[in-house]
């Protein structure tokens, strides 16, 4: 398979190498670099150990309604294999991504122990590392960017085994040491890895604190390096802005901008106090101009580029009585916190029984400490032959001393402004996972962390639902946010209008 792109010619590598269409003369270096290192399929497990063999399990993506031709097939796995972009943007029922993938548990390479997906939906990257202290992964089990990176290119993701992390360090460690610069990607993006680490991507200069002699550097100092630098690529992945750091891609933001709506914090202000701000200024709109097809174009995704009278209610439903905003802070849409959306409960009642979920027996706080290293049962997918199995979410992070790096700002997250003992912070964890960004939704689908909902009115009936069980006092763990949503069946259709107005053309 061939496939031209960007001036040359790509033979067996059906990814874009440039996911923002960025000009590689206008890109730091080190944003260069992550960019190849997140495209490198040689640091996987597969490859080391048969490299001419290529990996099964990219031959296709299951979907929650059926199968699209592997992306991927023909290669070994990358950070790309599982977050892409426009890999099927002419595939019939695809389309572009937000750095996702269409499956609802992203495929992962095949050994013995008979695991062929991730526990979890792969996760959107654009815009995920842009909060100050924020925590990564659906259950914030990794404090910083770079440990997540780290351990998904010496993990499971990449085919290695939980015995197996000095092994993968090590064989990374000689990938980056041996690179002799003649690869599709090394030509692409300036030579070896030895030349580029030296200080030089193309035409952009690698500031002095990425610069490395892999000569001499040791194996675990290659394998830092490595992550810090995907981190700076991750890091530059965000949703457009105009100079003044304004959301503008979407017909939201042409809305806001239309009507003189306050697009994001002034100086000194929250988030929070933001969107507080907003939900007051939209509600006390009278007359309001409205945007069409005069005003932008959508060419990525099937719809208009459109913010009517329907958008409206639906913006004010997601302000107002949906609650919506109580976890879905603007401008971004997230409040990077941890909140139990009932999705375990559901799915759990769902295979053992109405109520099963409420009885299920969890491990006092030193007793699941104890049995940290060995018990999966509450990180494991839920199905009915194994009873007693849920994911529990950040329940497994919280308070656990093998992760102490993490927890003054999980504790933060889950408790707000209480102050919590360990057991009081465990309690207030069960079955809560951190809160995604809702901009450009069309790119991202399934929804959730199991990736169970195909659509985004899937996911509104859920809270439809969840919220009246949670006011019944029937939800494990629940809390304000979900028992102060106040939706009806009406409400539906203009809350899912105004979510789709957050679309826009990413790529």
Same mark, same amino acid.
């Given at each position: 398979?061939?496939?031209?792109?960007?001036?040359?010619?790509?033979?067996?590598?059906?990814?874009?190498?440039?996911?923002?269409?960025?000009?590689?003369?206008?890109?730091?270096?080190?944003?260069?670099?992550?960019?190849?290192?997140?495209?490198?399929?040689?640091?996987?497990?597969?490859?080391? $150990?048969?490299?001419?063999?290529?990996?099964?399990?990219l031959g296709y993506t299951q979907t929650v309604s059926g199968q699209l031709p592997g992306a991927f097939r023909g290669q070994h796995m990358s950070c790309r294999s599982c977050h892409m972009v426009d890999e099927h943007k002419e595939t019939a029922g695809a389309g572009m991504r937000t750095y996702?993938?269409?499956?609802?548990?992203?495929?992962?390479?095949?050994?013995?122990?008979?695991?062929?997906?991730?526990?979890?939906?792969?996760?959107?990257?654009?815009?995920?590392?842009?909060?100050?202290?924020?925590?990564?992964?659906?259950?914030?089990?990794?404090?910083?960017?770079?440990?997540?990176?780290?351990?998904?290119?010496?993990?499971?993701?990449?085919?290695?085994?939980?015995?197996?992390?000095?092994?993968?360090?090590?064989?990374?460690?000689?990938?980056?040491?041996?690179?002799?610069?003649?690869?599709?990607?090394?030509?692409?993006?300036?030579?070896?890895?030895?030349?580029?680490?030296?200080?030089?991507?193309?035409?952009?200069?690698?500031?002095?604190?990425?610069?490395?002699?892999?000569?001499?550097?040791?194996?675990?100092?290659?394998?830092?390096?490595?992550?810090?630098?995907?981190?700076?690529?991750?890091?530059?992945?965000?949703?457009?802005?105009?100079?003044?750091?304004?959301?503008?891609?979407?017909?939201?933001?042409?809305?806001?901008?239309?009507?003189?709506?306050?697009?994001?914090?002034?100086?000194?202000?929250?988030?929070?106090?933001?969107?507080?701000?907003?939900?007051?200024?939209? $509600?006390?709109?009278d007359t309001a101009s409205y945007v069409s097809e005069k005003d932008g174009k959508l060419t990525l995704h099937k719809q208009n580029f459109t913010f009517a009278e329907e958008e409206l209610q639906g913006m004010r439903i997601f302000f107002g009585r949906g609650n919506c905003a109580s976890c879905?802070?603007?401008?971004?849409?997230?409040?990077?916190?941890?909140?139990?959306?009932?999705?375990?409960?559901?799915?759990?009642?769902?295979?053992?029984?109405?109520?099963?979920?409420?009885?299920?027996?969890?491990?006092?706080?030193?007793?699941?400490?104890?049995?940290?290293?060995?018990?999966?049962?509450?990180?494991?997918?839920?199905?009915?032959?194994?009873?007693?199995?849920?994911?529990?979410?950040?329940?497994?992070?919280?308070?656990?001393?093998?992760?102490?790096?993490? $927890?003054?700002?999980?504790?933060?997250?889950?408790?707000?402004?209480?102050?919590?003992?360990?057991? $009081?912070?465990?309690?207030?964890?069960?079955?809560?996972?951190?809160?995604?960004?809702?901009?450009?939704?069309?790119?991202?689908?399934?929804?959730?962390?199991?990736?169970?909902?195909?659509?985004?009115?899937?996911?509104?009936?859920?809270?439809?639902?969840?919220?009246?069980?949670?006011?019944?006092?029937?939800?494990?763990?629940?809390?304000?946010?979900?028992?102060?949503?106040?939706?009806?069946?009406?409400?539906?259709?203009?809350?899912?209008?105004?979510?789709?107005?957050?679309?826009?053309?990413?790529?």
């Open positions: 398979m061939m496939l031209k792109l960007k001036g040359f010619i790509l033979s067996l590598v059906i990814f874009s190498v440039s996911a923002h269409t960025r000009a590689n003369d206008a890109v730091p270096a080190e944003e260069l670099l992550g960019e190849r290192l997140f495209l490198e399929t040689r640091f996987a497990q597969g490859f080391a $150990q048969t490299p001419e063999k290529a990996e099964p399990s996702a993938d269409f499956a609802r548990r992203s495929p992962v390479p095949v050994r013995a122990d008979g695991v062929s997906t991730a526990t979890r939906n792969s996760q959107s990257l654009v815009g995920v590392s842009l909060k100050e202290g924020a925590v990564f992964h659906h259950d914030g089990e990794f404090p910083s960017l770079v440990a997540l990176i780290r351990a998904t290119f010496t993990g499971r993701n990449m085919g290695w085994l939980a015995d197996e992390k000095d092994q993968a360090i090590r064989h990374i460690a000689t990938i980056i040491r041996s690179d002799d610069g003649k690869g599709e990607l090394a030509r692409e993006f300036g030579g070896s890895y030895r030349r580029v680490l030296q200080g030089k991507v193309n035409d952009s200069v690698l500031p002095n604190e990425y610069r490395m002699d892999v000569s001499s550097a040791s194996d675990n100092e290659i394998i830092e390096r490595v992550a810090e630098l995907v981190a700076a690529y991750i890091n530059s992945l965000d949703f457009s802005r105009d100079v003044a750091g304004n959301y503008n891609g979407s017909a939201y933001d042409a809305f806001l901008a239309k009507n003189n709506l306050p697009r994001r914090p002034v100086a000194g202000e929250t988030d929070k106090a933001y969107t507080l701000r907003l939900k007051e200024t939209i $509600q006390k709109l879905h802070i603007a401008p971004s849409f997230s409040d990077y916190g941890f909140h139990n959306t009932g999705i375990t409960q559901t799915d759990y009642d769902r295979l053992h029984g109405a109520g099963e979920f409420m009885k299920l027996k969890l491990p006092v706080l030193n007793v699941r400490n104890a049995l940290r290293k060995a018990d999966t049962r509450f990180h494991s997918i839920e199905n009915k032959a194994s009873p007693g199995h849920a994911d529990l979410g950040v329940w497994n992070i919280v308070a656990n001393p093998n992760m102490p790096e993490q $927890q003054a700002t999980l504790k933060k997250y889950i408790c707000g402004r209480l102050i919590c003992s360990d057991k $009081q912070t465990l309690n207030k964890a069960i079955a809560a996972f951190k809160t995604p960004l809702l901009r450009d939704l069309g790119h991202s689908a399934p929804y959730m962390h199991n990736g169970s909902k195909e659509k985004i009115e899937d996911v509104l009936a859920h809270y439809l639902q969840i919220s009246a069980i949670a006011r019944g006092g029937k939800l494990r763990n629940t809390s304000s946010e979900i028992e102060s949503i106040l939706l009806t069946e009406a409400d539906l259709k203009p809350l899912s209008a105004f979510l789709r107005a957050l679309n826009e053309d990413y790529e």
